[in-house]
């Protein structure tokens, strides 16, 4: 069956060149306590989120991995509806601001894997891929 409404409009969450700034430079420091430090300094940021996640499942910690991106993963749906996402449509994988936050989702379905919750997997899995499928290429 076709659907006859149009798509809505992809969201394009919003730069921030100073936290941008702060994460590469607590990414080439290499230390997770940078990376905190970013997060806690720029809280609504969540590609700081997502590195902390990231680097959480790299070390075997699923469940800081989790926390994290589930931080990080609502931080960013706040600045979705902010930006005027609408609960669906597409989050571009394309535009850089957004990557923060389809990394945490990708990062907390990883994470919900390994800690035995299927059916949080398979939603993020889904939410990431009916966000942008090159997303979930990109990530996977």
Not at 9 to 14: G, I, K, M, Q, R
Not at 34 to 57: E, F, Q, R
Not at 118 to 137: G, H, K, V
């Amino acid at each position: 069956m076709q659907n006859l409404l149009p798509e809505p409009p992809a969201t394009l969450l919003p730069a921030d060149a100073e936290a941008d700034k702060a994460l590469a430079e607590a990414t080439a420091a290499g230390t997770t306590e940078a990376l905190k430090t970013v997060a806690a300094d720029h809280p609504t940021y969540s590609a700081a989120w997502a590195a902390l996640a990231a680097g959480a499942l790299d070390a075997g910690d699923p469940v800081t991995a989790y926390a994290f991106a589930r931080t990080g993963y609502h931080r960013g749906l706040d600045a979705l509806r902010r930006n005027g996402w609408k609960g669906h449509g597409p989050i571009p994988w394309s535009h850089g601001p957004n990557q923060g936050f389809l990394r945490c989702l990708y990062s907390l379905s990883q994470a919900a894997a390994e800690i035995g919750e299927a059916d949080e997997a398979a939603r993020c899995a889904q939410f990431l891929r009916d966000s942008d499928p090159a997303a979930a290429d990109a990530l996977s």
